[in-house]
């Protein structure tokens, strides 16, 4: 299906975009300091947990944004929406 193979591209693009600066960030600053491949790699991890810590604190704070605040907004647009059918 069309949208099946467009679906793989844009994740595998998206991990890419999202692989390659942190893998040139990690060897780079793993030869500044002359610490070799290893460092670099330690360095890599390191950031991947950091985008990892990253995003669940962004998406638990929308989660509970969305049901402290967001459910009444969405049901008052939704019921607006529908009455001007």
């Given at each position: ?55 669940a604190v962004v998406a638990g ?25």
């Open positions: 299906m069309q949208f099946d193979s467009q679906y793989k591209r844009t994740i595998l693009s998206q991990g890419i975009l999202g692989f390659v600066p942190d893998a040139i960030l990690a060897l780079l600053v793993g030869f500044w300091f002359d610490q070799g491949v290893l460092v670099a790699a330690a360095i890599f991890v390191g950031l991947q947990v950091l985008n990892l810590v990253r995003w704070l929308g989660w509970v944004y969305f049901h402290l605040l967001g459910r009444k907004k969405m049901a008052s647009f939704f019921c607006d929406y529908l009455g001007s059918i």
